[in-house]
């Protein structure tokens, strides 16, 4: 049974009716379900919905870790030095890591509308590895 599925109208069905149906089902054992609203059986499903608390906190604190002593945070220190103008350099980096991530964002949202998540997620682990290999080539043929 899908969970998008119209429901069954059972109104003058006796529930003796029902149950050898229920009995039969290899996929669900459905009586639950009867008798739950849709969204606890949709809340049950593998794939939960995550509070968007919990997923500003876990994007901001990857980000935050994989940003810190960066090249553009480096390049962010060195321009605010130079420039004897921290707040307007502050702006202007702010400005351009929102665009980025904006764009990254758009991305992924035309990306996951056309791809499954196990497809992306397999693609994204070839290309990092890609890119590992890539490096240690770089390393070893560089000296």
Known sequence: MKLDSAPLDISGIFQAEIEPELKDSTDFNLTPAIALPVQSVVADSPQKQQSALGVFGTTFVTIFLAEIGDKTQLSTLLMSAESHSPWIVFVGS?????????????????????????????????????????LFWDIFTSH
């Open 94 to 134: 702010a400005a351009a890591l929102i665009t980025t991530s904006l764009l990254g964002v758009l991305l992924g949202s035309w990306i996951a509308s056309r791809l499954s998540a196990k497809t992306v997620e397999k693609s994204a682990g070839v290309m990092l590895l890609l890119i590992s290999l890539m």
